[in-house]
């Protein structure tokens, strides 16, 4: 049996963790508070937040209104794929909450003009209701007929034996059909994704089909409705509908005709 010796045994090595602790000796960032406020209210998903940051790190960190900023850049500031960053960043230009000259991006500090949920731009497409529940319930209740005009009602309205219609009875109008342009609201679709999301190509009978369903549902049901549906759309979709998800998915006509997009975008919960 061998001799086992003490030396033998060696300590695991403990490396020194140095502790980081922010100081403001060290640098900062001058950030006006109207700016921050309104990025906090602005509803903007993880990704673009963390695009913001870095371009506020990169530009106001250095005392600079615009730098140019690539998306590898980006990546390693904040820790997600390139395609991702770049994604995100077109969509802040695009919100109109960045700013670009040529290929020099800032923030745009007139938040006035930002098109995100602090301006307003992912309310309902439903029409508000007129009457509220209150107005309704103090509304005074319907007189209630006597027996004698229930009566007299019922002799007014006895149909004619020979026409079948009552003295004050109306025939309901026939609805018409809704004409829906089915070619001018897959045009209207495609001219508003741009180059973001895949453009439809074909009118299918089931596309033609669910079209027509989503379209009557609209408060304006006609081509011009659904154009105010697809931008309404755009400026509340989230990257993970441009592709920002571990599937490489993205959104398209399909998705936008079925229902459930639908109330998402009028509920303000895309």
Known sequence: MGVVKLSD????????????VAQLEDGFTRLANELLDATMASGLSETELCIVIAVW??????????DWISNEQLEE?????????????????????????????????NV???ETKNNGFCKTLAKPAKKTLAEVANEPSQKLLTTKDNIQKKKENTPNPLTGVGAQQVK???????????????????EIVGDKLPHAVELSD????????????????TAEGFRAYVNA????ARPFHFGDNDREWVATLDYLLQRKTLTKVREGTL
């Open 233 to 236: 759309f755009m400026q509340q």
């Open 206 to 221: 089931e596309r033609k089909r669910k079209m027509k369903t989503l379209v009557t549902s609209l408060a304006t049901p």
């Open 77 to 109: 500031m904040i820790g997600k794929h390139h395609t991702h960053c770049s994604t995100a960043k077109n969509l802040l230009i695009r919100k109109k909450v960045l700013l670009q000259e040529g290929r020099k991006i800032g923030m745009n500090t």
């Open 57 to 66: 790190r990169k530009t106001y960190g250095f005392s600079k209104k615009m």
């Open 172 to 190: 309901p109008e026939r609805r018409k059909p809704t004409r829906i342009d089915y070619g001018a609201c897959m045009s209207a679709y495609n």
């Open 112 to 114: 006035s003009e930002w």
């Open 9 to 20: 045994y060696q300590r695991p090595s403990v490396e020194a963790v140095e502790r980081r």
